[in-house]
């Protein structure tokens, strides 16, 4: 059988993901041709990918895995000449806010200078090949930390974390880069989204896999920390399509992607105890300090209004349809 040529072939960073696997699933759906970096690791890390991934002996696999890491330049620069991509979506990150207060300079290496060191790449694989190449990189909300909200594209930066300021060297990186070298590379500054597939250490995907313990007898508490942040809450399979559309316009712009509503985690609580039968959360939920940050962020809501008017783009999940999903799979999980 002949092969027929791609549509666009992409890269992703951080394929492995909770943003990566739902963003393969879209590009491919869309005809793109899918690589992916992931790191070695003894043991596979591939589960949100599995049902993607095929026998590279099969003909029209679009999907294909390569080995390296944010902190190896030599191998990125190498993947990007050998790949050819027409778009790079970078998502790998050390993404854990709590993590980076015990680990900063591994989060700074990775989370701050991994983008700079795939723009370079670009810059580079550019200037000698006359190829063209767009770039996305994963920005978050973290980095306003404690600027008043809402919080848009105007907003200054107040970040509160080491994984914060991270971020927003790599941010100022984008558009540097873009400015300085023409380079079609844009931020994504992205409020917190959540999937069934969100990392378990993460609190809203915690909650409802302790639910599911909970309901299932193996375990009897969820120990959390402050329960009072407020954060902005959507559906990541809708934020992936953010993604895509940034890459997709005439020229590079950063946007604020977001629901427009905030929640504490009080109400995310809230819900999913009563979406899993299971009454007064407080009578499971225990308050741990050492999940308290040195530094906390108390408030966090996008203002997505460019987003709406110049990509068309809007979250249509909230919050009490977002935390049935979660509980659901979970529930389901454990059966």
């Not at 869309?30 to 890390?45: E, W």
């Not at 993607?52 to 679009?62: A, G, K, P, T």
């Not at 927003?168 to 409020?191: C, D, P, S, W």
Request: hydrophobic share 35%; charged share 25%; aromatic share 10%.
């Amino acid at each position: 059988m002949k092969k027929t040529a791609p549509k666009k072939i992409a890269l992703i960073t951080g394929i492995t993901g909770q943003d990566g696997s739902y963003l393969a699933e879209l590009l491919l759906s869309k005809g793109y041709q899918v690589h992916g970096i992931i790191r070695r690791t003894s043991t596979f890390n591939t589960t949100r990918i599995n049902h993607l991934y095929q026998d590279q002996h099969i003909n029209e696999v679009r999907l294909f895995l390569h080995y390296g890491d944010l902190s190896d330049a030599s191998t990125i620069r190498r993947l990007i000449y050998k790949i050819a991509p027409n778009e790079i979506y970078n998502l790998a990150a050390q993404s854990h806010v709590k993590v980076s207060f015990d680990i900063p300079e591994y989060t700074a290496d990775i989370t701050a200078l991994g983008p700079l060191r795939i723009l370079e790449a670009i810059k580079d694989y550019e200037l000698n090949t006359g190829k063209k190449v767009r770039f996305y990189q994963a920005s978050s909300s973290e980095m306003f930390g404690s600027a008043p909200s809402p919080q848009n594209e105007n907003t200054p930066f107040h970040p509160r974390s080491i994984y914060a300021c991270s971020k927003v060297f790599a941010y100022h990186t984008v558009i540097n880069y873009r400015e300085a070298y023409g380079i079609y590379a844009v931020n994504g500054i992205l409020f917190n989204h959540e999937s069934p597939r969100r990392g378990e250490t993460f609190v809203t995907r915690k909650i409802t896999r302790g639910i599911a313990h909970i309901v299932a007898g193996l375990e009897k508490k969820i120990y959390l920390g402050n329960l009072d942040a407020k954060r902005d809450w959507g559906y990541t399979p809708e934020y992936v399509e953010a993604m895509y559309l940034m890459l997709q316009q005439d020229k590079p712009e950063d946007f604020v992607i977001g629901t427009g509503e905030t929640h504490t985690i009080k109400d995310f609580l809230e819900l999913a105890f009563q979406e899993a039968g299971l009454g007064d959360y407080k009578k499971y939920v225990v308050i741990d300090k050492n999940y308290l940050r040195p530094t906390e962020v108390n408030v966090l809501r996008a203002d997505p209004t460019k987003a709406k008017k110049k990509l068309g783009w809007q979250a249509k999940t909230k919050l009490p349809q977002l935390v049935r999903i979660m509980v659901e799979a979970d529930l389901n999980a454990e059966q």
